[in-house]
């Protein structure tokens, strides 16, 4: 099983800090049936910066290290890039990485509590250039939440999308958790990921997340979600149904008035 997001490389953000971090966690992953790792690193987020160079460099020696302990986990490179006003010129620039590098798909990191202005142009930008943008966990982000509708928008225009292995089973709280299945429930999410950046508290969850899918939509919503992973390492075309857009929670007339 591919897990596409994880902040697995020593030393870069806030994931690992050493190496020693680095196998716990690959240990684990190892133990959740994980058998290659995109490594995403934070890029542009304002407190971290990791280059196209610097990621390469880092999961070569980090495979390299994993061979050394003799754990059977392979690192891919990537980029969790946050969405900036010139994120088409680091594409172009090639500071900026797509998922394993060859793959096209490129992860786009919203802040955490808005949606700037541009964003939508800028997925449409992404794609007129021949990339995939992948919105990284939509169902975190505040504004979302509140404005559904922004999310099927960029959806329907041919964003991807992936959310977070435990928001579906709870770690991020109830009203994240029913966004989750909210937007797996309007096919507005494509993959699976575990975000992970250590062993505690925020581990890999991806078993227990897959059980709670499977409990909910069968196996089918299991199979497609491990299948996309492999898609995107792979840079092949990913399966999705068309979008719909969610609900508005009916609002409460009479004695909250
Ligand atoms: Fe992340």
Do not use: W
């Not at 591919?2 to 971090?21: F, R, V, W, Y």
């Not at 998922?99 to 449409?124: A, C, G, H």
């Amino acid at each position: 099983m591919i897990d596409i997001h994880c902040h697995i490389l020593p030393g870069l953000d806030d994931g690992a800090k050493t190496i020693e971090d680095s196998l716990a966690m690959a240990r684990q992953a190892v133990s959740e049936g994980i058998d290659t790792i995109i490594a995403t690193p934070h890029h542009r987020n304002g407190k971290y910066d990791n280059d196209r160079q610097t990621v390469l460099k880092a999961v070569q020696h980090l495979n390299e290290e994993l061979n050394l302990a003799h754990i059977p986990l392979t690192i891919f490179p990537g980029q969790e890039t946050r969405i900036h006003g010139d994120f088409l010129s680091g594409v172009e620039e090639a500071t900026i990485l797509p998922l394993n590098e060859s793959s096209n798909y490129i992860f786009v990191e919203l802040p955490s509590d808005q949606v700037p202005r541009y964003t939508k142009q800028m997925l449409f930008d992404l794609q007129v250039k021949g990339y995939k943008p992948i919105i990284v966990h939509p169902e975190r982000n505040a504004r979302l939440i509140q404005e559904p509708d922004s999310l099927y928008q960029f959806v329907q225009s041919g964003a991807y999308t992936q959310i977070t292995a435990a928001s579906m089973t709870g770690r991020f709280g109830k009203n994240i958790q029913k966004f989750t299945q909210q937007i797996i429930e309007a096919n507005l999410t494509h993959l699976i990921a575990s975000d992970a950046h250590n062993t505690t508290t925020r581990g890999f969850c991806v078993q227990h997340a897959y059980q709670e899918i499977e409990e909910n939509y069968g196996p089918s919503m299991v199979y497609y979600f491990v299948e996309n992973a492999k898609f995107v390492a792979e840079g092949q075309m990913l399966a999705a149904d068309p979008p719909e857009p969610i609900k508005k929670k009916k609002k409460l007339f009479g004695i909250f008035g």
